[in-house]
C-alpha cells in the first residue's frame, strides 16, 4: 500500500458524513507506518473501542469504511478471520458491521465481516505479528495477499452498492 495523508484518509470514507470523518479519530503515526507490508491500513477509535475504520486502495481510489464492533458473548472459543484465515482464541477475532454507503446506510442496512479484532491482517500474513493460528497452506506470500485483498475488495463493494 501505498502511504497516505490524514487528509486522503478522511476524504476516502463512503459511509458517513463528512463531519463524521471530519471527527473521527486518525493515527497520529502515519508516516511511521510499515507501507510496504500493509495491504490496507485499519486501526481501532482508542477513545471508542466499539468503533473500527479500514482504509484500501481500490480501482477508484482509497476507500474507507467506519466500523462498528460487536461485543464478545459467550466463552472463549477459537475463530477465524475472513480475510487473512488467522485463527484466534477469545478476542481474537470479532464481528465488524459497516453501515451501507447512500441511501441504504440512511435505512440502517449494514453488512458485516469476521476481522482480526486488531486489523493486523497484513502483519499475520507476512508473519510479521504472531498472536494465532495460520492454515498450513501451500501457495506462495503473493497468493495469500491477493486472496485477503479480493476478499477485502468483495467487502467493500457490499458497502458501497
Known amino acids: 500500500m501505498l502511504a497516505i495523508t490524514e487528509g486522503a484518509i478522511r476524504a476516502s470514507f463512503v459511509n458517513c458524513t463528512q463531519g463524521e470523518a471530519k471527527r473521527l479519530a486518525v493515527p497520529n503515526d502515519l508516516e511511521m507506518r510499515p507501507w510496504d507490508d ?3 491500513l485499519g486501526w481501532r477509535d482508542p477513545a471508542a473501542t ?5 482504509v484500501a486502495e481500490s480501482d477508484s481510489g482509497l476507500v474507507g469504511v ?6 464478545q458473548t459467550g466463552r472463549a472459543r477459537r475463530s477465524m478471520c475472513s480475510l487473512c484465515l488467522t485463527t484466534h482464541t477469545g478476542d481474537g477475532v470479532s464481528l465488524m458491521t459497516a453501515r451501507k454507503a447512500g441511501r441504504d446506510g440512511r435505512q ?3 453488512v458485516g465481516v469476521y476481522i482480526c479484532s486488531d486489523l493486523a491482517c497484513s502483519f499475520y500474513l507476512r508473519g510479521k505479528k504472531d498472536a494465532g493460528r495460520r ?3 501451500t ?3 503473493e497468493e495469500k495477499i ?5 476478499t477485502l ?9
Do not use: C, H, K, M
Open 146 to 150: 491477493d486472496r485477503t485483498t479480493t
Open 50 to 54: 466499539q468503533r473500527a475504520y479500514l
Open 38 to 40: 500493509l495491504d490496507f
Open 139 to 141: 501457495i506462495t506470500l
Open 66 to 71: 467506519a466500523l462498528r464492533v460487536a461485543p
Open 153 to 161: 475488495g468483495a467487502f467493500l463493494r457490499r458497502v458501497v452498492e
Open 135 to 137: 492454515l498450513d497452506e
Open 108 to 110: 440502517g442496512n449494514s
